[in-house]
């Protein structure tokens, strides 16, 4: 099994920026693809980001072109997500996911972290 722990969200202002960042254990090996998905109150849960095993190949949602960028360190067995010019439907709760990443999931999933943009 792989555990993931996410940290670093929290109460922004509109146009302001949060570095998201997940820390995996246990079976890292079996992690290729390193992401993030989000899911706002009331709506489902949708992609956002993922990163391949080398750092050289990446998906990003539409929404997030421009302003999330995402990163992973292998020697460490973190993936971080610097999101800028948030806005307030940025707001939800952030879950990191490891494995072998779809748009519609991953092996394995953070309890997630909350990021909430203020107007």
């Known amino acids: 099994q792989v555990q993931l722990v996410e940290s670093g969200g929290g109460l922004v202002q509109t146009g302001g920026s949060l570095r998201l960042s997940c820390a995996a254990s246990?079976?890292?090996?079996?992690?290729?693809?390193m992401g993030w998905f989000r899911q706002a109150p009331g709506k489902e849960r949708e992609f956002v980001v993922a990163v391949n095993l080398s750092g050289g190949s990446t998906m990003t949602a539409h929404f997030a072109k421009g302003r999330f960028t995402i990163s992973r360190d292998n020697a460490k067995n973190t993936v971080f997500l610097q999101m800028n010019s948030l806005a307030p439907e940025d707001t939800a709760a952030y879950y990191c996911?490891?494995?072998?990443?779809?748009?519609?999931?991953?092996?394995?999933w953070g309890q997630g972290t909350q990021v909430t943009v203020s107007s």
């Open positions: 246990g079976r890292t090996s079996t992690i290729y693809d």
């Open positions: 996911v490891a494995g072998t990443i779809t748009k519609d999931g991953g092996d394995y």
